[in-house]
């Protein structure tokens, strides 16, 4: 594994006519080849992109746009290490 970052996965339901939120702490990890999530696989080369969109504070969605349509994942840190370490193997995959 070449690095991991968290995300949230928020969960909605009805409980005695309310709705109820929980969030659950999910990792998305980087391999050579791939990007892992607690639910789904993604090859690097089906990954065209990855960008992140800041909210408020901390908070906001990291995007993975792949070639069977873009995917958000809630995050309450910068994937900065994540979005490099993608940069850095799709640019030597190019050269």
Do not use: W
């Not at 990792?27 to 990007?35: A, G, P, V």
């Not at 080369?45 to 995007?63: N, P, V, W």
Request: glycine residues 4%; proline residues 1%.
């Amino acid at each position: 594994m070449l690095c991991s970052h968290r995300y949230l996965k928020v969960d909605r339901r009805i409980e005695d006519n309310e709705q109820v939120y929980e969030e659950n702490e999910q990792m998305i990890q980087m391999f050579h080849d791939r990007i892992t999530t607690a639910s789904d696989v993604f090859y690097l080369r089906d990954i065209l992109d990855i960008t992140f969109k800041k909210m408020s504070g901390m908070t906001g969605f990291l995007y993975l746009h792949t070639t069977r349509g873009v995917y958000s994942f809630f995050t309450n840190a910068k994937p900065d290490q994540l979005i490099t370490k993608y940069k850095e193997i799709k640019h030597q995959k190019l050269t």
